[in-house]
């Protein structure tokens, strides 16, 4: 008899416990499904800036996990105070549109009493509730439950996720904790989505102020140079005695203002470069030209420079470079700045100009026995207003603006330039250049 | 003593000019926007033109053109002087029928050696 009761109390534990394995098992595999269903939300979440996208997926995945029969997304419109239909799952259309003709202000219906409790609100049987609380047309579509859950700003209430159910009844706490968390996921998507069109606005209106500094510094550049004109013009008459015969003392004075007037020109003409090029306004005059041609006059226009300093100026060109086509000025000009920092910046030994071709692109090397640039600076040199060591700015002069204008210079020809350096060990400049160019290439 | 027309619309820029083309024994006339200076072209028919580009009423570029387009006065070098050299503008001062291009602020030296270029003594 004792062992008997001793069995059937076993028989009934092993039942208990099966039962309760069988719920923990049941209760496991929804948790899972909750955690899938979950990150996919957060998944859409983050991979798509289409607010409407995200919304419609958190709802849609809110009515299938809580076992509803339909669902939407309202989001508070500060312009017009009201709730706005943003997203549904599983409503007809006509239901759809009839709740878009209704205003829904702040603290109407159940979604502003959740919105104004901050808490999620359900009616378990609209039939049983007042009917200002549920509308009319979700009553008539044979709803009979709802839950509002508010989805929590940082500051405010930004809309509600509600779900609906045909039966009658109460959501259990598990049902409301879940869809707490989707509508965690939507004020993300939401807040996101108003960053991001936010940004976009930002970068618009930055991009417009841009084009006007570019467009204002051009005619900046442009005014100043009318004054520049008249300064050393007249600077240059007294010095040619036009006005009689210059006083030794004077001459010396008059020739620090020619000097400086012409290192201002320099930087009006190098911002003006700038500008025009950064404003898109620098167009290339393509002509056809010869690069031993532009090789040769950049040799003499510095030579006297390179003497001055007792630096041995080397050319090497080969005889076959191919006839080219670019714009001859802009390329001479982007030489000349090269060869005009190494010679500024080489104190002792030489520096060498070599040409090549191959597979029709030039390659220019400018060679150098100077200091040598740091492997850090090398990048940044063809930054605006960067030299590589900023101490020489104040020593050697330039406005820190030529390697800038070459860069994009070298690029609208569809070429590269850097540089290949050591310290102590001198600096070699390069740059590649389509033997043809047929027209600008856009600059990055 | 031949005669050079000076456009320009700069008081000082002309003032320069009048002094560095005095001393080097030239007479200048002046005309101070572009469609003055086509009207003293035909007027005067000088011995060469320096035109500026930017001026009130008509610009240089188009001055240019209807200078060159006058068949009595197409034979007139023009030298067009214009605010430093933007590649392109020196396309236009060709395509507007000028013989020469000098860049602003220039060098009353080397616009002068540029003048006597066309202006063999």
Do not use: C
């Not at chain 1, 359900?122 to 508010?150: C, S, W, Y």
Request: net charge negative; hydrophobic share 45%.
């Amino acid at each position: 008899m004792e062992s008997f009761a001793a069995q059937a109390v076993i028989a009934i534990e092993n039942t208990r416990l099966l039962n309760e394995l069988r719920d923990r098992t049941t209760e496991l595999a929804r948790s899972v499904e909750e955690l899938r269903t979950l990150g996919e939300v957060g998944q859409a979440v983050n991979s798509t800036l289409d607010q409407r996208t995200v919304l419609e997926t958190i709802v849609a995945k809110a009515v299938q996990l809580s076992g509803t029969d339909a669902g939407a997304i309202y989001v508070f419109s500060n312009r017009r105070q009201e709730y706005r239909l943003r997203a549904t799952y599983g409503m007809d259309i006509d239901t759809i549109a009839s709740i878009r003709r209704q205003h829904i202000g702040p603290g109407e219906t159940a979604i502003g009493e959740a919105a104004a409790q901050r808490a999620p609100v359900q009616v378990a049987d609209v039939r049983e509730t007042p009917a200002a609380h549920v509308l009319d047309v979700v009553v008539r579509a044979g709803f009979r439950a709802v839950l509002v859950v508010p989805l929590l700003g940082a500051e405010r209430v930004v809309g509600a996720l509600v779900v609906r159910r045909k039966e009658p009844g109460a959501f259990p706490q598990t049902t409301v904790d879940l869809l707490q968390t989707f509508a965690a996921q939507s004020v993300v998507a939401i807040q996101n989505a108003r960053l991001f069109g936010e940004i976009e606005e930002k970068s618009r209106e930055l991009a417009i102020a841009s084009q006007h500094k570019s467009q204002f510094l051009a005619n900046m550049s442009h005014e100043l140079r009318t004054p520049m004109n008249a300064i050393l013009g007249y600077t240059e008459l007294i010095l040619d005695d036009i006005y009689g015969e210059t006083p030794a003392k004077l001459r010396e004075v008059l020739e620090r203002v020619q000097s400086n007037g012409r290192h201002l020109l320099g930087l009006i003409n190098d911002v003006l470069d700038l500008s025009k090029i950064e404003a898109g306004q620098l167009a290339l005059s393509l002509v056809d030209y010869s690069m031993k041609e532009v090789v040769n006059g950049v040799f003499s226009a510095v030579e006297s420079l390179a003497a001055a300093k007792q630096l041995a100026l080397k050319v090497e060109v080969p005889p076959d470079l191919p006839p080219a086509h670019g714009d001859e000025r802009r390329i001479t000009q982007v030489l000349l700045n090269l060869v005009g920092n190494a010679i500024k910046f080489t104190d002792k030994g030489e520096v060498a100009i070599t040409a090549a071709a191959e597979n029709g692109t030039f390659t220019l090397a400018v060679r150098d026995t100077g200091p040598g640039i740091a492997a850090d600076q090398q990048a940044k040199i063809f930054e605006e207003f960067q030299q590589a060591d900023s101490s020489s700015t104040r020593e050697k002069g330039g406005t820190g603006l030529g390697l800038a204008i070459a860069k994009r210079i070298v690029e609208m020809h569809g070429g590269r330039i850097w540089v290949d350096s050591v310290v102590g060990e001198g600096a070699t400049f390069f740059f590649t250049l389509p033997a043809q160019v047929e027209r600008a290439a856009g600059v990055a | 003593m031949k005669r050079i027309l000076v456009v320009e619309d700069h008081e000082d820029n002309l003032q320069i000019l009048r002094d560095l083309l005095k001393s080097a024994g030239y007479q200048m006339l002046e005309a101070h926007d572009g469609a003055a200076a086509v009207a003293t072209a035909v007027a005067e028919k000088p011995d060469l033109i320096l035109m500026d580009i930017q001026l009130p009423v008509m610009d240089g570029y188009e001055a240019t053109r209807r200078i060159k387009a006058d068949p009595a006065l197409k034979a007139i070098p023009i030298i067009v002087v214009t605010s430093y050299a933007l590649s392109g503008d020196e396309g236009k001062a060709k395509a507007a029928g000028s013989d020469a291009y000098v860049t602003k602020p220039y060098s009353p030296r080397q616009l002068l050696a540029k003048v006597r270029e066309f202006l063999p003594q």
